[in-house]
């Protein structure tokens, strides 16, 4: 099964990744089929560089089945290319424990008071 994902590339605490549809079980930045794009953490959100993706290739191969990862499909919606995905919930165990949603309640009540 093919996927469409991020392959690492750069340096030590420079990272720059590019995407790739890779075969499912091969290495994360092992043989890929073809580059489709590029993605540039480090660089501003302004910055033309910090990612190009080709529309046309990715919807040619998700067209033949390939599958892309979620952090790609989130970098596609911001160029517009797939609609927005909505935000998987967060496990509960993520949630804030008891003693820490009191502290949070105290603090949003004095607020209040003082303002």
Known sequence: MLRIRLSRGGRVHLPMYNIVVI??????DGKFVEKIGYYQPTLKNTDPFRLNLN?????????????????????ASQLGIVEKKEVSNRPKKSTPKKKAQERAKEKASKTLVEG
């Open 55 to 75: 529309a046309e290739a990715f919807k040619k191969w998700v067209n033949v089945g390939a599958q892309p990862s979620e952090k790609v499909v989130k970098l």
């Open 23 to 28: 075969e499912q079980s091969f290495k994360r």
